[in-house]
């Protein structure tokens, strides 16, 4: 068995552990401080080896879930006025999200979407819609015949026809912690300006490259805020409230769990998770990813 599939059934086992005890006792924010959630896809498709892939199968079976669960998925129109003008959402919001702009996302995932009558974001790394560059983080997973390709500035109007909202993910998928000032403000600034010109309206929302707390720092939420955005994503885990920082706002990182799982994870049972997102925690999982075989750039 491959590493990474042993990694995603030892964290399914852990985060069903962690979510019942915690279900258990009772140690599950209130609704007020769950009036968001936010959920982070990447790839879907049925490719294997495949890390941050949610197979297709098993991605339906979340969506139905939504809707089985109680859930609301709403647009970012509807989260943008919930956080600027205080526009109730619906009880259980939810918003769908898809990092880096895989084509499967148009082929695979937005057929699903459109049955439900879903709406989603797709945030796509500008400097990666001028070629068939591979993302970084694909280079080996290419090695072993495994091709994920993303999409063209060509398809970018037929990812909004079909209702998946493009966003800004930066340029050259690379963490801001990791650039210059001036090379991080021009990743904010200058993919905003090059969507626009290309979708024709205002480019509102960012999401950080990895976004845990070592992958950004609050400058980068400032500038995301000077640049004109209305609102920004991490990767952190958890949902989030009224009193949530627009330009910080968490999200869950949805992998192909069991059905109860995911139950789990969007009742907020599994939040105690968020510490593999902070500095020191994102120092540990990348430590233990070397050592298992599993990282990626």
């Known amino acids: 068995m491959r590493a990474d599939r042993a990694k995603q059934l030892l964290k399914n086992g852990v985060y069903r552990a962690l979510g019942e005890a915690a279900s258990g006792v009772g140690a599950v924010d209130g609704v007020e401080d769950r009036a968001l959630r936010v959920l982070m896809y990447h790839k879907v498709n049925d490719l294997w080896p495949n890390p941050t892939t949610v197979p297709t199968e098993v991605f339906a079976e979340q969506m139905s879930l939504l809707r089985k669960l109680g859930y609301t998925p709403v647009t970012l129109d509807a989260v943008r006025d919930y956080y600027l003008e205080g526009t109730p959402l619906p009880p259980g919001a939810v918003l769908i999200t898809f990092d880096d702009g895989y084509r499967d996302n148009l082929e695979n995932a937005l057929p699903i979407l459109r049955e439900h009558g879903f709406p989603a974001v797709v945030f796509v790394p500008i400097g990666y819609l001028d070629d068939r560059r591979p993302l970084p983080h694909e280079d080996a997973l290419r090695l072993l015949g495994v091709r994920n390709e993303t999409v063209d500035w060509e398809t970018l109007a037929e990812l909004e026809a079909g209702g998946l909202r493009v966003e800004s993910h930066g340029i050259a998928h690379r963490p801001l912690s990791e650039l210059e000032p001036a090379e991080a403000a021009r990743e904010i600034t200058l993919s905003k300006l090059r969507l626009e010109e290309r979708l024709g309206r205002e480019v509102e929302a960012f999401a950080f490259v990895k976004g845990s707390l070592a992958d950004y720092r609050p400058e980068h939420a ?60 994102t120092h540990v999982r990348r430590a233990v990813n070397a050592a298992l075989g599993t990282a990626s750039r």
Request: charged share 20%; aromatic share 10%; proline share 5%.
């Open 222 to 281: 400032s500038l995301v805020q000077q640049a004109g955005y209305k609102l920004a994503f991490s990767s952190v885990t958890g949902a989030n409230g009224p009193s949530t920082d627009r330009f910080r706002l968490r999200r869950y990182n949805i992998e192909p769990y069991p059905a109860r799982t995911f139950e789990l994870v969007l009742a907020g049972a599994c939040d105690v998770i968020a510490l593999k997102d902070t500095v020191a925690g």
